[in-house]
């Protein structure tokens, strides 16, 4: 969790649930996408803290389209923002829209929001042979809690406060190492599977197995499929893999006496 700087959460506090109101009597009329981009930007103001006048800029040009909204502080971009009308579902084509947005001439933007006022996506893409994608965090405007620090952590991951601290390429980072792709990965590894055959065989000298026993367990038995099978499994394989590449190139290099 980030530490959350007391001015900052006094905002959150004082201003969540009068949004939440809002944004739950909006649902129940037929609201459109003008208006949702209107209570975007109040929310970016009065939530998240940026400048309405002089952070937040509106159908901001990208190549050859424009994006509703665009977070720029000292005239560096930090954020493009695609809004979709409230009764709009964001869909894997919003994204891919949005990912487009980004190649803009000249510039690179790492840090993408697509919402429609409820949910909120926040998206990282890179560049190099191909324009690459991923969302890193997500979450519903309406079931957020002041009282929960997980929420209001979401909350500052996406304030003017935390650019200056990185606070949200930070998350990033984390969430790259410490998830269920990368430890599934790491169980999967001969140091791991040795001290598990190991303290195995503590517990009861008696019983006989090896790593590869251990491992076939672990594959078939305990550790969830889509660890092994999806997109991310494969990140998860390679940063692993470098990682243990990276002492066993250690150990070859030469003593220098």
């Known amino acids: 969790m980030a530490t959350i700087p007391a001015i900052v959460k006094d905002r959150f506090v004082k201003n969540l649930k009068k949004y939440q109101a809002i944004l739950k009597k909006k649902t129940e009329i037929d609201i459109n996408e ?8 109040e929310i970016l103001e009065n939530i998240f803290g940026y400048d309405k006048f ?13 994006c509703d909204l665009a977070i720029k502080i000292d005239d560096n971009l930090k954020f493009l923002i695609e809004v979709k ?6 869909k894997s084509n919003h994204i891919d829209q949005l990912c487009n947005y ?4 000249g510039k690179k933007v790492k840090w993408l929001i697509l919402t429609n006022g409820l949910r909120w996506k926040i998206i990282s893409i890179t560049y190099s042979k191909i324009l690459a994608h991923e969302e890193i965090l997500e979450f519903d405007f309406l079931e957020l ?15 003017k406060e935390s650019l200056k601290k990185n606070a949200l390429d930070d998350f990033h980072n984390h969430n790259q190492t410490l998830n ?14 040795d001290i ?11 019983i006989k197995c090896d790593n590869e026993m251990i491992l076939a367990m672990l594959q078939i038995d305990l550790i969830k499929s889509e660890i092994f099978e999806d997109e991310k499994s494969s990140k998860a394989k390679k940063q692993v893999n470098k990682y243990f590449k990276s002492l066993d190139n250690a150990k070859e290099k030469p003593v220098v006496e």
């Open 34 to 41: 003008s208006d949702t981009v209107t209570i975007v930007v």
């Open 54 to 66: 002089n952070d937040i800029s509106s159908e901001y040009k990208t190549s050859n389209q424009y």
């Open 85 to 90: 009308s409230m009764k709009i579902n964001l």
């Open 102 to 105: 980004g190649l803009i001439k």
């Open 145 to 159: 809690n002041t009282k929960k620090e997980k929420d209001l952590d979401k909350l500052y991951r996406l304030s």
């Open 180 to 193: 269920q792709y990368v430890i599934g990965q790491l169980l999967l590894k001969q140091p791991v599977l």
């Open 196 to 206: 598990l055959r190991k303290t195995i065989k503590k517990m009861n000298p008696e």
